[in-house]
């Protein structure tokens, strides 16, 4: 039994060099964990949303969980989403991670947790449409919301080596969007980028589309302009009207994840009182009980609270690499002693 009173610090540069290149193992994990998770062998409980009076758009979440498996892990992320930092010139998001013992319950590494974060969000969001598109080529790849979370999503499912004719972006804001056209001109290869004016036209295109944004309602009313076999991966969760969510072929990471703190889905709920049109949750169709789509006709929806055992999943490869590479900075004595 340990009793180590020192605990290991892993910052941001460390994370950032133990993650680059792995975007596979990534996905993996992410994979694994679903799959953990739907056998029952993970303790999830709800997070827990900070809110601030009279400041919508600002939140801290705390969000703590116990993953099973081969090598188990518990811990908690705690992160804050402050939009008004895009104007300070730092990013939105900002985390920590903290993993405890299971042996002495004390917590033994902490991580910067942000880059653990858009990195499971990007590889949860890529493994959906990997599973939910059913064409082997991606004729356009739909990008709205031109932000961080967006590019590494690019960025992953380029990683899964689908093959891709064309990239679409939106933004409100056009000069975001020809930023964010920049910084994926090096991962794109000879792929064809462009900036669409209006979301509408974007929808027309693309057979998947990914949802990044920092609304706090839904603006989206309609997609009758999407393709009828459509993907869209609704990672920012409240895009999309309840109207919109109760005509599309549902699928989630958890449904009593996603299904609360005034998601589109929770508004949804609100308005038919039950849970029935979500159809099923990602690993179901990853352990082969559910089918990929409900049918050939209708727009898939993957909507992905967020789950504390995907930044676990991580961490813990992380920590396995940071202890086999001397990654680190150990701060010894940390507690009393004894």
Excluded at 7 to 15: A, E, H, K, R, S
Aim: aromatic share 4%.
């Amino acid at each position: 039994m340990s009793t180590d009173n020192g605990l290991l610090v892993l910052g941001g540069p460390d994370i950032q060099a133990l993650l680059e290149g792995r975007k596979r193992a990534v996905v993996d994990a992410v994979r694994q964990a679903y799959i953990e998770h739907q056998a029952g062998n993970s303790c999830l409980p709800h997070s827990v949303f900070v809110r601030f009076p009279g400041r919508v758009k600002e939140r801290i979440i705390a969000l703590p969980a116990y993953l099973g498996g081969a090598e188990e892990i518990a811990g908690i992320k705690w992160i804050s989403s402050f939009p008004g930092n895009l104007e300070r010139g730092i990013s939105r998001a900002s985390a920590i991670m903290a993993i405890n013992s299971l042996d002495t319950g004390r917590p033994e590494v902490v991580l910067e947790g942000s880059l653990i974060s858009a990195a499971r969000t990007a590889a949860s969001a890529a493994l959906a449409a990997d599973v939910l598109h059913q064409g082997e080529v991606i004729e356009t790849l739909g990008v709205v919301g031109c932000g961080l979370i967006n590019l590494e999503i690019v960025r992953y499912i380029l990683a899964l080596e689908r093959p891709i004719d064309s990239l679409l972006v939106y933004d409100i804001d056009a000069q975001r969007a020809a930023r964010f056209i920049r910084l994926l001109a090096p991962h794109v290869g000879s792929i064809r980028v462009e900036s669409s004016s209006e979301l509408n036209a974007l929808l027309a295109r693309a057979q998947v589309i990914s949802f990044a944004t920092t609304a706090v309602e839904p603006t989206v009313s309609d997609l009758s302009a999407c393709s009828p076999a459509a993907t869209i991966l609704h990672i920012s969760l409240r895009d999309l009207t309840a109207d919109v969510v109760l005509h599309t072929d549902n699928v989630v990471d958890d449904v009593d994840h996603a299904i609360r703190a005034q998601t589109s889905l929770h508004l949804a709920e609100q308005k038919v009182g039950h849970r029935e049109f979500v159809r099923c949750t990602l690993a179901e169709i990853l352990n082969g009980s559910q089918p990929a789509r409900r049918d050939a006709h209708s727009v898939a929806v993957f909507s992905p609270f967020g789950l504390g055992i995907l930044d676990l999943a991580l961490a813990r490869l992380v920590i396995d690499a940071a202890r086999s590479h001397g990654h680190g900075t150990r701060v010894e004595r940390f507690f009393d002693g004894t």
